[in-house]
């Protein structure tokens, strides 16, 4: 059964649960699509499509800067250099799941001190200083991260399935 379909997050606000299942999705999806993947099938890529393991580094990578910004804050030079690294086929699966925990951990820590009144508030993306709101870093933060477990799924199915054939 999936984390939404689970029950209520006693005390939690709906919006802020919405968000909190969905990193459990994510969280429980990736493990149970990356078990048992060789590292040459989680690096796979064919006719420039992306690998499962970009789009793994990539979940981690992008939970962790949308809840600094959603934090009000602004990127640290480590997080620069690790969106610089997303292309790099250098973890291990291992490597990457530590990387992902530590992102949701993150991001639920976040959401478990944050009130629906401050849903509103004014909040910047990027370099270009993009605006938007925390509850807009919320949703996308859920919606981007379903987006790129979906991806990464559909290039496990295409890395297993040119291992088999």
């Given amino acids: 059964m999936e984390p939404w379909m689970r029950g209520y997050l006693v005390g939690v606000d709906p919006v802020i649960a919405a968000v909190l299942y969905s990193l459990q999705q994510i969280r429980e999806d990736v493990h149970r699509w990356t078990d048992g993947l060789t590292d040459e099938q989680l690096w796979y890529a064919e006719g420039g499509l992306a690998s499962a ?9 992008s ?6 910004y959603a934090d009000g804050k602004t990127l640290t030079g480590e997080q620069l250099a690790a969106l610089d690294a997303e292309k790099q086929r250098d973890l291990t699966r291992p490597q990457l799941l530590t990387m992902l925990e530590t992102a949701i951990v993150k991001a639920e820590a976040m959401l478990r001190t944050t009130t629906p009144a401050e849903f509103g508030a004014h909040r910047e993306i990027g370099r270009l200083r993009i605006p938007t709101t925390l509850v807009g870093l919320l949703i996308h933060t859920a919606e ?9 799924i ?12």
């Avoid at 939970?63 to 600094?68: A, F, M, Q, S, V």
């Avoid at 559909?154 to 054939?165: D, E, F, K, N």
């Fill in 144 to 152: 981007h991260g379903q987006r790129h477990l979906g991806a990464m």
């Fill in 63 to 68: 939970i962790d800067r949308l809840t600094t």
């Fill in 154 to 165: 559909s290039a496990i199915r295409l890395a297993t399935l040119q291992r088999s054939v």
């Fill in 53 to 61: 393991g970009f789009h793994l580094r990539h979940l981690a990578g």
